[in-house]
Nanobody, 124 residues
Framework: QVQLVESGGGLVQAGGSLRLSCAAS????????MGWFRQAPGKEREFVAA????????YYADSVKGRFTISRDNAKNTVYLQMNSLKTEDTAVYYC?????????????????WGQGTQVTVSS
């Protein structure tokens, strides 16, 4: 089992940047593929980015490709989401999640563990 705690959210102007962090408990962090998801008010939770256990493979939603970068540091039990060129439509609560399924996935149902979320607000 793994517990996840996100941080780094906040208020930023359009065009700005934020870096989210997700710290995981436990000694088996490297056995989990990780993902970032987001949920805007009145909308369903959606996939943002995912990274494999080693960090060698990544996968992005089309809406963030080229602007967001997911990375991980297995020595620090942490996964990151660097968000650049932020847009007002990126406003949402951002969640990190972990899965012990093979490979990386954009499907919410494949993720077994979730953090509590961190708010990102992008103003115009």
């Amino acid at each position: 089992q793994v517990q996840l705690v996100e941080s780094g959210g906040g208020l930023v102007q359009a065009g700005g940047s934020l870096r989210l962090s997700c710290a995981a408990s436990g000694r088996t962090f490297s056995s989990y593929a990780m993902g970032w998801f987001r949920q805007a008010p009145g909308k369903e939770r959606e996939f943002v980015a995912a990274i494999s256990r080693s960090g060698g493979s990544t996968y992005y939603a089309d809406s963030v490709k080229g602007r967001f970068t997911i990375s991980r540091d297995n020595a620090k039990n942490t996964v990151y989401l660097q968000m650049n060129s932020l847009k007002t439509e990126d406003t949402a609560v951002y969640y990190c999640a972990a899965t012990n399924t093979v490979g990386i996935s954009r499907r919410l149902s494949n993720y077994h563990y979730w953090g509590q979320g961190t708010q990102v607000t992008v103003s115009s």
